[in-house]
């Protein structure tokens, strides 16, 4: 973390640029006073420095330029902050971040590479590395190879130039989202998206938080002189250790106000550790030791880097690292202009003097025509036609070569069309399939709803006629109960007529009750009712109409025995008559009883 008191803050004026490019929605490149008023209480707050002037009164104009609000940044903000205070940069990178990144990224990234945290580290290392004091904020396509490649080398992958010079070389520059896409489409096919989110969090380590170096070694104590494993981390300003690598308890921190000093151990100690010695101040040296020669030998390296930087007065070795590439890329783009310069002046000197040649050519045919006598002027005139016939040659093939040039030139220049036109219509063709798959989630989404409505429906009808069958069944037990307590009764009753007919009082059932029109047999007034006597009558009826004639036609003797018999048929039928209707009347009693 830089301090506080830096001049200039180039990363933090290039996330303030996204922020306000984000907020200018008609791209006039001025934006409102009251969305830059919000905007710098905002970054204010953030780093504890609330902005002493107010954006409207300190701007006369309703819009306000992206270089006019950054100069009031730089004074309201950058230059308020205090000496002591230390300010967490990347909450105001987090404000810019979270007002630019809604207005290009998609809010569903969920078939995305990278996560949200991670596209703002991307989004940070880009800000770092872009071309400085140039707006709108690009960064130089070497400097994208530069990256790029760092990024597949630490996802463990193999830097193909060809590919890389294939999409890149119509594009001479790249903007962040450009660079994020790139990423996500080009260099995360096939692998893990896990993979590529640690290696943008190893890269975010060395080019944002300017991790020279960070590993395990082992720390001798000051007091207590005894050897204890560390985690360290390097940094141009400063060497903390912690207990483990998670990096949440923090046990030390070596400050380099002044430059350190590092020194090889070349002897073992007895512990058998490969030991070196740091000393800070004049009366203070810290000894660590690495676990092999070879790491030992990486970190006297990465102590040795920051030294030298601290000399140099920069603050950073990536900037230091960024700048050093910037000036060797302008230094070779110099020359190559200066090389086009000189060939093209070359060029022009060799025609020069080609014309040169020629008019003394002329003159000199000329001179000889003159001096020629006129018997040989007829040849000369034949010598000057085929001179000047080669020159025409000549002429005409210089003429076919430069013809030959512009096809050249015309072919080269159809067939950068052509690669445009395919990237564009391969873009086309991304963007309708990306909208295809919207259209399909969104489909299969509906669907979904649908069918979990119908779900719903049917577990409400499913439990309905849960309840039904339950009433039904509790309606069925209840039938069944009364169904069953009704067959007992019956076979109570069938058992209770059972033992009527077993049983057989002497004379009467029941005393004769006088009616109001008795009915007088040979028995007694009253022994028969009506109803009980013309049943009688038609059994007696039917009886005689079943029995041959024959046998009825014999002697009287014949028929008084079989009035005889059927006066005992009578009395036994009327018997049983009356024991039925006795049984009758019982069963009625212990029914109603009952």
């Known amino acids: 973390m830089s301090s506080p008191s830096d001049p200039d803050r180039e990363d933090q004026l290039n996330a303030l640029w996204h922020a306000f490019h984000a907020l200018d929605e008609k791209r006039e490149g001025t934006v409102q006073k009251s969305k830059l008023k919000v905007l710098t209480h905002s970054l204010g707050t953030v780093v504890y420095t609330p902005p002493m002037e107010d954006v409207e009164k300190h701007f006369g104009d309703q819009t306000v330029t992206f270089q006019a609000y950054a100069d009031f940044v730089k004074s309201v903000i950058f230059q308020g902050l205090s000496e002591n205070s230390i300010p967490d940069w990347s909450r105001f990178d987090q404000v810019c971040w979270q007002i630019c990144s809604g207005k290009h990224l998609s809010k569903d990234r969920r078939e995305k590479t990278l996560t949200d945290n991670h596209a703002f580290q991307v989004w940070q290392m880009f800000n770092r590395l872009a071309e400085p004091d140039r707006y709108p904020l690009v960064m130089d396509i070497e400097e994208v190879q530069f990256l790029l490649q760092k990024l597949v080398g630490a996802m463990g992958g193999q830097w193909a130039e060809a590919d890389f010079h294939h999409f890149s070389d119509s594009l001479p520059t790249m903007s962040v989202w450009q660079f994020i896409a790139c990423i996500e489409t080009r260099y995360s096919e096939g692998i893990e998206p896990e993979t590529v989110c640690e290696a943008v969090t ?70 058998g550790k490969q030991r070196l010695l740091l000393t800070a101040k004049a009366n203070m040296s810290y000894e660590m030791a690495a676990s092999d020669l070879r790491s030992r030998q990486a970190w006297i390296t990465a102590i040795q880097s920051v030294i030298d930087l601290s000399k140099t007065g920069c603050s950073s070795l990536v900037k230091k690292h960024a700048q050093k590439r910037r000036e060797m890329r302008e230094k070779r783009r110099a020359e190559e202009m200066k090389e086009k310069e000189r060939k ?234 009356k024991e039925e209707r006795l049984s009758d009347e019982g069963i009625g009693e212990e029914v109603k009883e009952d």
């Not at 890269?203 to 020279?212: A, G, I, Q, R, W």
């Not at 006598?373 to 076919?400: G, I």
């Not at 049917?458 to 209840?478: G, P, S, T, V, Y």
């Not at 006066?567 to 049983?576: I, L, P, R, S, T």
């Open 202 to 271: 190893e890269l975010h380590k060395e080019l944002v938080l300017d991790v020279v170096k960070e590993g395990l070694m082992s720390k001798k104590g000051h007091v207590r002189t005894n050897w204890k494993e560390r985690w360290f981390v390097l940094k141009p300003c400063s060497l903390v250790y912690y207990t483990s690598k998670d990096q949440k308890d923090k046990k030390g921190e070596i400050l380099n106000p002044t430059p350190w000093k590092v020194e090889l151990l070349g002897e073992k100690s007895r512990e």
């Open 344 to 577: 093209r002046k070359d060029s022009e000197l060799m025609e020069e003097q080609r014309q040169k040649l020629e008019e003394e050519k002329q003159a000199r045919s000329e001179a000889e025509a003159r001096l020629a006598q006129e018997t040989v002027l007829r040849e000369e005139e034949e010598q000057m036609r085929r001179e000047l016939e080669e020159m025409n040659r000549q002429l005409e093939k210089l003429l076919e070569e430069e013809r030959q040039a512009k096809k050249d030139e015309e072919i080269v220049r159809a067939l950068q069309a052509k690669l445009l036109q395919e990237e564009f219509e391969r873009r086309e063709q991304l963007e309708k399939l990306k909208a295809d798959q919207d259209k399909l989630l969104e489909d299969e989404r509906k669907q979904r709803q649908e069918l979990e409505q119908q779900w719903r429906e049917e577990q409400q009808r499913l439990e309905q006629l849960q309840q039904e069958r339950e009433a039904a069944d509790q309606q069925l037990k209840e039938a069944s109960q009364k169904l069953q307590d009704a067959e007992e009764k019956h076979k109570k009753m069938m058992a209770a007529v059972e033992e009527r007919k077993r049983w057989k009082a002497p004379g009467l059932a029941r005393p004769i009750q006088p009616t109001a029109r008795p009915l007088i047999t040979h028995r007694g007034l009253g022994a028969f009712t009506q109803g009980e006597f013309e049943i009688q009558k038609q059994k007696k009826l039917f009886s005689e109409d079943s029995e041959p004639h024959s046998e009825e036609d014999g002697t009287g003797e014949s028929k008084s025995q079989q009035g005889g018999e059927q006066d005992e048929v009578f009395d036994d039928e009327v018997k049983e008559k």
